[in-house]
Every structure is written in structure tokens, then in C-alpha cells.
């Protein structure tokens, strides 16, 4: 049974940052592509970075050029480094573990980001 845990979620100020990590337990993590998501109160969700199997990158408008996504197939493992946050990226944040191309996969149970002062 596939595991995705995410983690490093917490409250901070605007303009402060954050890193997030997602741990998964599938065999052959390189071959997945990760994608980040995060959905707000009453919103749906909606994905935030995604990297691919050969590690390129892509992001929502919003978070250009303040969020970094990563990944280190050694360790199963992708991170989203947060900085200059803002409060409209409050949200609870899910890592995805799916297959190239594909829709569905695994997903984690999320990692709530509170962002005020």
C-alpha cells in the first residue's frame, strides 16, 4: 500500500517562509511526477508546482518566482521551499505522486500553512 505523508506545515508571519516535505512509499519514485496542490476554505483545490521525472518544473502564476519545487528520487522524497509568503496562501497543502501524463495517483493527507500576523 502506497504511503504519501506530507509535512512542515505551521503558522507564519507574511514574508516569512516555509519548507514542506512529502515522503512517499511507492516503488520506482522516479518515474512519478509530483505535483503539489492546496485548497483554501471554500475553494477548490488547485495545483500549486509540479515536477516532472526529469525534474522540470512548473508553477501557478501566484507563487512565481517565492515558491521552489524539488525532488530527491535517493530519499522518495519532493519538498516546496515557501518564501515571502502571504496570507492568501493559507491552505491546507497535498503532495500528489502520480504517473507521467496520468490523472488520479496518491495523494497525502495535507499539511495545513497559516499565514498571518
Known amino acids: 500500500q502506497v504511503q504519501v505523508v506530507e509535512s512542515g506545515g505551521g503558522l507564519v508571519q507574511p514574508g516569512g517562509s516555509l519548507r514542506l516535505s512529502c515522503a512517499a512509499s511507492?516503488?520506482?519514485?522516479?518515474?512519478?511526477?509530483i505535483a503539489w496542490y492546496r485548497q483554501a476554505p471554500g475553494q477548490q483545490r488547485e495545483r500549486v508546482a509540479r515536477?516532472?521525472?526529469?525534474?522540470?518544473?512548473n508553477y501557478t502564476a501566484s507563487v512565481k518566482g517565492r515558491f521552489t519545487i524539488s525532488r530527491d528520487n535517493a530519499k522518495n522524497s519532493v519538498y516546496l521551499q515557501m518564501t515571502s509568503l502571504k496570507v492568501e496562501d493559507t491552505a491546507v497543502y497535498y503532495c500528489n505522486v502520480v504517473a507521467p501524463n496520468a490523472t488520479g495517483g496518491y495523494w497525502g493527507k495535507g499539511t495545513q500553512v497559516n499565514v498571518n500576523s
Open positions: 511507492v516503488r520506482s519514485f522516479s518515474s512519478y511526477w
Open positions: 515536477i516532472s521525472t526529469s525534474g522540470t518544473t
